[in-house]
């Protein structure tokens, strides 16, 4: 590299890229002197990254093709720092690693023979905890997992006290190995409890585990001994609230903590949601390290709590401090986890399961007294208190005192609409409407209650008050309650935007104004250590914006507003979605906006015009894959769980079969999908699309699609029909909610489908074909061979009976096979073809007609590829017979699409590394390989020239393309053959 840098640097007009000064020259015609300044940034580029890989040769490599991938632009640096840094002295490593480049001294060469140097140690993870003042710090050095604890320094007017005993274990509390603990480690439980190690003078204590027996957390308890003239019983221990410190050391199996909960829920008979939310905030550290796999499953449990398929009540009592006090820690855990995960996905689900909890928090005193003050202030009876006797508010007063509970709310609700209206029909009604509750629910409680309130309305404003004490504790996402919560954590004007949706909730504009809300509000709750309630107020302002704009939706919408929400759904949901490509989806939608915040303005044409639909449907079918793509993943990590729990818990399959599918429907962007489905008949009119819309394709490398084709009606016609032979169903309406009947390998429809319906995530997760026809000749094409659906769908013994009936009066259904077209949307119907051969001369065919059977056979013709000498092909050069589908579609797409930057396509010719093989000098060359130290030899008087080629090649870059400074880089570097190949070449 240096003696590359060198003669760069003595070519007149040309700058030392490593900062040296300028040699003038009247020359400046030199092409090397026309792209000195990029030259020079690469180096310097290539520099910095070298100091933080400390591979110099690796780097200058990888800087290359970066550049050549992305041309204009240096990899990893913007153009203002790169040209900062090349202009920037070196430092000394820096200069260090750039004269190394390609060779090593003769000291790193000396030293590579002795014991390899030890790598840097790795930071896995910093922890800290406050309460306690100690700070936990996971690093990987020499294959050693080192934890070291350090607490903070003791202040000088603190009297001296015993060091702090550290009580631990690994994994659930099982013992730590021998070779990990520290001298002087005690077991006071046995061999098989955990220890205890004392911290030094200096409040330090580190602890290692080797890289084959490291376990996949750290637990552990701190125990302030007693002093020595105290008694045994002042020892004071530290348990984080309840639920331990942990120290994730690795990712742990999700059957870990898995089988954990599922043995809790199934067979623990005292067991009630304060304890479910105790043991989530126990195993919510080890759910985070195994991923959204293992989130998936901590939301999956919470979802399947929320809407009380669990028990919240099995023979548990706990009082309401207790309760809200758990409830609370639970809460902020998880909002951490929602904050702060590693993972997108992981900050998805924790998001979703936060939405579902009780808030937690408050005076939970006030939930036990507050009742017991209403009854003794208004003369009614309470135990052995005389007064009147209320058996609904004495029922209800026992269950708050030992299960309080989301529930409340909803009862307290209720039992104030029935105080307002006297009539009790209002009472049940809200039970139902707010909180899904019956009467036989509430007689089965622990605590039941059966009897009926009493009509008394001067309690009215006693249970107004009352409801906010329980709204304080329970309720989470209620917009109005996390407004007056988080409003001590917003600066002014944000909380005016707030106040002033919540006055105009009903209004037309407030959607817009939610999400700038949003937006100003999203700087709060994701910096750390935020308050809940802010990510509280979040989730309540997100899921009041969807109500809105559903209600928008019943009432009709102009395509021009739907292109709008559309933009809205994306920015509000991309607000604490960090999904990269949904990102770009985004993007690219912003531009079919009149006035889009895009630099690249709006799409090009008129609107609604032929040549702006044609980008218009080229962003609404990339933003449906991409909704498509990412709700696909949610119900893959959501379904497998939901079914776990209905095995382990015996739990009905009405709630478990269709719980992925409800969380894709619970999603922000779910609108989105509803959007584009309304759009997507008017941009296709718009553009003159394609005849198809493939929703659901078969797995790949699936054998073609055969079926019987039948003809329905609407697709609810035959819902619960088993069809025993494949079948292709033509079904003229669907709504999205139907399922596929067993049997069918093809759903073919007239009706716009929405990508994210339970029509289509079943036809994805089953691998069906599922297609929307635009055209009414396609369509008829498959009427002309389908068959009228059997009469009576559900009974396949009539099913089979009308079958054969039709097939004794010629109107039994054709069996053919479905051809599909990605690349041009097309399914045609066609005869369903025999088993295929190859025969000698490679044609292929089918095999032949069996004499005297009416079986017809379909040969098979495919055509043979155009041969060229050309070894590379331009797109002026691509003709069908040389190139594929997707090359003359790229090549298509610039011609029609001359505004929008495309990237530039090269295609090589077929064969072209059998002809490469095949030629002579290849031959010759493998059958007499040049001896070992010839070949050593010929490559060190190559070194120095092949260093320089890395420098020359740049040059070539942005005259000729990246494609040509790849051919000219393998010509100067390998143009030369050695000597014993030139002779015979």
């Known amino acids: 590299m240096a003696s590359c840098i060198a003669r760069l640097s003595s070519r007149p007009g040309v700058r030392s890229p490593v900062g040296g000064p300028s040699t003038s020259s009247k020359d400046q015609q030199s092409p090397l002197a026309a792209f000195n300044h990029r030259t020079k940034r690469l180096l310097a580029t290539s520099r910095l990254h070298a100091i933080g890989r400390g591979s110099v040769q690796c780097l200058f490599t990888s800087g290359l093709r970066d550049v050549r991938r992305y041309p204009g632009r240096l990899p990893g640096l913007p153009r203002a720092a790169a040209d900062a840094a090349a202009e920037a002295p070196p430092s000394s490593s820096s200069s260090l690693t750039t004269a190394g480049a390609g060779r090593k001294s003769k000291s790193s060469r000396s030293k590579g023979k002795g014991k390899a140097a030890s790598k840097a140690p790795t930071v896995l993870r910093e922890v800290r905890w406050d309460d306690v003042g100690l ?18 320094p003791r202040p000088p007017q603190q009297p001296p006290s015993p060091s702090l005993v550290l009580h631990w274990g690994v994994d659930d509390w099982c013992s730590p190995p021998p070779s990990s603990r520290p001298p002087g480690t005690g077991q006071p439980g046995g061999d098989t409890g955990p220890c205890q190690t004392s911290f030094t003078q200096e409040g330090r204590l580190q602890l290692s585990f080797a890289q084959d027996e490291c376990p996949y957390q750290l637990i552990f308890v701190l125990k302030q001994p007693a002093a020595a003239e105290s008694q045994a019983g002042d020892e004071v221990w530290y348990n984080n609230g309840g639920s331990n410190y942990v120290v994730p050391l690795r990712s742990p199996p999700l059957q870990s903590f898995m089988d954990k909960v599922l043995t809790a829920e199934s067979s623990y008979s005292h067991w009630s949601l304060p304890q479910r939310l105790g043991l989530a905030a126990e195993v919510l550290d080890a759910a985070e390290a195994a991923g959204p796999p293992g989130m998936a499953f901590l939301f999956t449990w919470l979802r399947l709590s929320s809407t009380r398929v669990l028990d919240w009540y099995r023979g548990a009592n706990l009082q309401p401090k207790d309760v809200a006090a758990i409830q609370a820690h639970a809460g902020e855990r998880i909002a951490e986890k929602a904050r702060s995960a590693s993972h997108p996905l992981s900050r998805l689900f924790a998001r979703g399961a936060l939405a579902g909890l009780p808030r937690g928090g408050g005076n939970g005193d006030d939930i036990r007294m507050g009742i017991l003050n209403i009854m003794r202030g208004h003369g009614i009876r309470e135990g052995h208190r005389p007064g009147h006797d209320e058996p609904f508010l004495e029922q209800w007063h026992q269950k708050l005192h030992t299960n309080t509970s989301p529930d409340d709310v909803v009862i307290c609700e209720a039992y104030l609409a029935f105080l307002h209206s006297g009539n009790h029909d209002d009472y049940w009604r809200v039970l139902w409407d707010n909180g899904r509750l019956t009467r036989g629910m509430m007689e089965s409680w622990t605590k039941p209650i059966k009897a009926w309130p009493q009509h008394m309305p001067h309690l009215i404003p006693a249970f107004k008050h009352y409801l906010w004490i329980l709204k304080t504790t329970h309720s989470g996402a209620d917009l109005d309650t996390a407004m007056e919560m988080a409003k001590g954590h917003m600066d002014d004007h944000t909380r005016w935007m707030i106040y002033d949706i919540l006055s105009h909730r009903h209004e037309w504009w407030v959607p817009g104004k939610i999400v700038e809300a949003r937006t100003r509000l999203a700087q709060y709750w994701k910096s750390p250590g935020s308050s809940r309630d802010l990510q509280l107020l979040d989730i309540a302002l997100e899921g009041w914006m969807r109500t809105c704009l559903e209600r928008s939706l019943e ?104 719980l992925g599918e409800e969380v894709v429907r619970g999603q922000p962007l779910f609108l989105a999908a509803l959007l584009l489905q309304r759009l997507e008949r008017g941009i296709r009119e718009a553009a003159g699309g394609a005849d198809w819309q493939i929703v659901s394709m078969p797995a790949p490398g699936s054998p073609p699609l055969t079926g019987e084709v039948v003809a329905v009606g609407a697709l609810a016609e035959v819902q619960g029909t088993v069809f025993e032979r494949p079948t292709v169903l033509l079904a003229g309406s669907l709504t999205g909610v139907e399922d596929i009947p067993a049997g069918v390998v093809a759903v073919l429809t007239r009706s716009s489908t929405d990508v994210l319906s339970h029509l289509a995530i079943r036809a994805r997760s089953q691998r069906v074909l599922l297609a929307t026809c635009f055209d009414e000749a396609a369509w008829q094409a498959w009427q002309a061979v389908a068959a009228p659906a059997p009469a009576s769908p559900g009974a396949n013994g009539q099913q089979q009976q009308q079958q054969e009936e039709g097939s004794a009066t010629g109107a039994a259904p054709k069996r053919v096979a479905v051809l599909v077209d990605p690349a041009v949307s097309a399914i045609m119907p066609a005869e369903a073809p025999a088993a295929v ?38 797109e002026s050069d691509f003709q069908p017979g040389l190139v594929g589908a997707k090359a003359m579609n790229l090549a298509t797409l610039r011609r029609r699409l001359a505004a929008v930057m495309l990237t530039s396509s090269v295609c090589r010719r077929r064969s072209l590394c059998r002809t490469a093989r095949s030629s002579e000098c290849c031959r010759r060359s493998r059958a007499t390989p040049p001896p070992r130290r010839r070949w050593r030899d010929w490559c060190r008087r190559r070194r120095r020239r092949r260093r320089a080629a890395d420098c020359l090649v740049l040059s070539w870059r942005s005259c000729d393309g990246w494609w040509r400074m790849t051919w000219w880089r393998r010509r100067i570097w390998y143009g030369s053959w050695p000597p014993w190949q030139r002779r015979r070449g």
């Not at 004499?851 to 070894?871: C, E, F, K, M, Y």
């Open 555 to 658: 009432g009709g919408m102009g395509r021009d507003d739907m292109v709008e929400v559309v933009a809205l759904v994306l920015r509000g949901a991309l607000l604490t979605l960090d999904d990269p490509d949904l990102h770009l989806c985004a993007l690219l939608w912003e531009r079919l906006r009149p006035h889009p915040a895009h630099p690249a303005g709006p799409l090009p044409g008129e609107r609604w015009g032929r040549e702006w639909a044609l980008g218009a449907r080229a962003a609404a079918e990339r933003l449906g894959l991409g909704l498509t793509a990412h709700m696909d993943t949610v119900y893959g990590l959501v379904q497998p769980h939901a079914e776990s729990f209905g095995r382990s818990c015996s739990l009905s399959p009405a709630h478990t079969a269709n």
């Open 837 to 874: 051969q190859v025969t000698a001369d490679g044609a292929t065919a089918a095999s032949a007609s069996v004499a005297g059977s009416s079986d017809p056979r379909v040969v098979i013709t495919l055509q043979a590829p155009q041969q060229t000498s050309a070894w590379a092909l331009g």
């Open 135 to 152: 700070t936990a710090r996971v690093e990987l050095r020499d294959g050693q997992f080192l934890v070291d604890l350090q607490l903070d």
